[in-house]
């Protein structure tokens, strides 16, 4: 079945360090990508998705390239900072299944 | 538009007792999907339901827990004689009707914490 991979936490970062959170995906046919944000205490925040091969989902400085040919979607930023504390989900959609994965705990110290 | 609203936000039980969790999707939608998430642990798929129908309920487990979207009004997520292992964050989301394709995101809600005594 379809599934979602993600690099373990946590990651701990400097500020304005470089972010990559790895994540991969196997699936039948051709999801929608997401990534998604959850912060302390909070439900989960949409941050960027990609809905076809090649495109590049963006928000909030974070980047994400949908390869198909390597089924992968990692998540980037060049420089984090301390407020990017968080959980970070990797997720497909296709039809009416939706995976997420298992989360990676970001902490950027100052 | 107001976003995915569940309440209670914060909810206590003694073992034994019953717990409501109720869940109004965005205005629009109505796909209504609910998960769980124990402490530091991920997100794990429970339920998928439409207008008065279960879709997917692989998630759930088969005994005490149940849900329902009716015609009017909130999903409800019901679990009967809680046990101190239901504690958790129990997480609505819901998504417009979209295409074969799974175009459409889901839009979580604050989250219920369910604490059992």
């Known amino acids: 079945g379809d599934s979602v991979t993600q690099m373990e936490g946590p990651v701990t970062l400097s500020e304005e360090a470089f972010l990559t959170i790895n994540c991969t995906y196997t699936a039948t046919g051709y999801p929608s990508l997401f990534w998604y944000v959850q912060y302390p205490g909070e439900g989960l925040q949409l941050l960027l998705k990609?809905?076809?091969?090649?495109d590049k989902g963006s928000n909030k400085g974070f980047e994400a390239t949908y390869r198909k040919e390597t089924t992968s979607f990692h998540l980037e930023k060049g420089s984090v900072q301390v407020s990017d504390s968080a959980v970070y989900f990797c997720a497909l959609s296709y039809g009416q299944n939706f995976v997420f994965g298992p989360g990676t705990r970001l902490s950027v110290l100052p | 538009n107001a976003g995915v609203m569940q309440n209670p936000r914060h909810l206590v039980r003694r073992r034994g007792q019953e717990a409501r969790l109720r869940c109004s999707p965005m205005?629009?939608?109505?796909?209504v999907y609910w998960y769980r998430q124990l402490p530091e642990e991920g997100l794990k798929f429970m339920v998928y339901l439409q207008k008065e129908n279960i879709i997917d309920e692989s998630g759930m487990p088969k005994e005490r827990f149940s849900a329902e979207f009716p015609k009017e009004g909130p999903s409800i997520l019901r679990i009967q004689q809680v046990v101190r292992g239901d504690s958790a964050a129990y997480f609505c989301a819901s998504s417009p009707p979209g295409l074969a394709g799974g175009l459409y995101e889901q839009y979580f809600g604050p989250g219920t914490r369910l604490t059992v005594t």
């Open positions: 205005k629009g939608h109505s796909h």
């Open positions: 990609a809905t076809k091969a090649d």
